[in-house]
């Protein structure tokens, strides 16, 4: 018997509309899904047709006009920002399409931040941002800033910072 893996996140009847002047943009209508442990989700489509605008739903970083949102086994559509901040720490990582570094933080600093602000320390906060480092090819730049970087190179330390506390979602 095969078991279904563990449901990792729940959306379900989803919608998003956004107010520009008099009108209603509608970006997502009675979207549904489910996404369980180990699978990948791809949301693909035209510019503007609210791919970004799911995952920061998802990543709790914008609110649902309608519809809910679970993460895990966590009803999350009336979580507070408090919350929604401590569930993307300990569980999910996010790939900025903007990057979203820290200019004045080498690549090294801007990996360890999510190790940091989850109260990890010392050696272990070192070992797992060289493991990542290495896992994404920047090793040898660990000191350089994201102003000395490509945009390459910064999209790479951007998914060393997602998954350095090893989160169980990652958009």
């Known amino acids: ?101 820290i200019p004045g933080l080498t690549v090294e600093e801007n990996v360890s931040l999510p190790l940091l602000l989850n109260g990890d320390q010392g050696r272990h906060v070192m070992s797992r941002v060289d493991e990542v480092l290495q896992s994404v090819g920047m090793e040898t730049r660990r000191r350089h800033r994201p102003s000395e970087l490509s945009g390459g190179e910064q999209q790479r330390v951007t998914i060393a910072r997602a998954i350095v506390h090893r989160p169980r979602l990652i958009l």
């Open 1 to 101: 018997m095969h078991d279904s893996p563990q449901r990792v996140v729940r959306v379900q009847n989803l919608t998003k509309e956004y107010r520009h002047g008099s009108s209603v943009v509608r970006a997502l209508h009675n979207v549904t899904l489910d996404i369980g442990e180990g699978e990948f989700c791809a949301f693909v489509g035209p510019s503007g047709c609210g791919k970004s605008t799911l995952l920061n739903l998802i990543g709790g970083l914008d609110h649902p006009t309608a519809g809910t949102i679970a993460i895990g086994d966590r009803p999350m559509t009336q979580a507070g920002a408090a919350e929604w901040t401590r569930l993307r720490r300990e569980f999910i990582g996010i790939v900025f399409q903007a990057f979203h570094l």
